[in-house]
């Protein structure tokens, strides 16, 4: 079965500290893979998406950056943390096949920039 | 451009009773709509979903209702009970994309 890991699940990092955070899949290949990210009182808004590695889709412009340097590894950065980084951030996979899937989501990250 | 909206940020219910919650949606791209139960502190897990060329589809408590011509979706739970407390997320996807667009979620109480 698959199964997807992300952490650590909580952190607090100082304004201009540098992040990162690390999702990985077990059980799949060759996943489509997403940072969300549930700012407080708001839904959840995609930062990047994944189709492959290298291949990395920003959805809107910010502080954070990603990367997937192997098939099944996603990791969301950061240089230097504002205070408006703080949320909770979900890392989630799809096995996109064409047709229609639903995405399975991680336990998320609660970040607070201080 | 909040392309998936749902206008109800919270919804009260008595155990036993149908919560509905609602959910509308601006692009026409969109070809299947998922509904995600999510608790504080946890990622969002799968609920039901449904394709565009249905209106209807149930699984247990569960129904979705899809009218594509308002753009508009909802989710049925009946009877309502208090472990179904969570907040809810509608999202849509587009299969030429495979990414998901949410809605800013609508927290269900369900009161025994």
């Known amino acids: 079965s698959q199964t997807i890991h992300q952490w650590p699940a909580t952190l607090v990092q100082p304004v201009g500290s540098p992040l990162s955070l690390e999702c990985t899949v077990e059980?799949?290949?060759?996943?489509?893979l997403y940072w969300y990210r549930q700012a407080a009182g708001r839904g959840l808004q995609l930062l990047f998406y994944s189709v492959g590695i290298g291949q990395i889709s920003s959805e809107v412009p910010q502080n954070l950056s990603a990367s997937r340097p192997q098939d099944r590894q996603f990791i969301l950065s950061s240089k230097k943390l504002l205070l408006s980084d703080s949320g909770f951030y979900l890392c989630a996979w799809s096995p996109w096949t064409g047709m229609n899937t639903e995405a399975f989501f991680g336990q998320g990250t609660r970040l607070t920039v201080v | 451009d909040q392309q998936v909206k749902q206008n109800s940020p919270s919804l009260s219910v008595q155990e036993g009773r149908i919560s509905i919650l609602n959910c509308d949606y601006t692009?026409?791209?969109?070809?299947?709509f998922l509904w995600y139960k999510k608790y504080p502190a946890e990622g969002p897990t799968f609920l039901i979903s449904i394709s565009s060329i249905k209106d209807k589809n149930e699984d247990g408590r569960f129904t979705v209702f899809l009218n594509k011509s308002a753009k508009h979706l909802s989710l049925h739970i009946v009877p309502s009970q208090p472990g179904d407390s969570a907040v809810y997320f509608c999202?849509?996807?587009?299969?030429?994309?495979?990414?998901?667009?949410f809605g800013q979620g609508t927290i269900l109480t369900v009161h025994p």
């Open positions: 999202a849509a996807g587009d299969t030429s994309y495979g990414k998901l667009t």
């Open positions: 059980g799949t290949s060759n996943p489509n």
């Open positions: 692009n026409s791209m969109f070809d299947y």
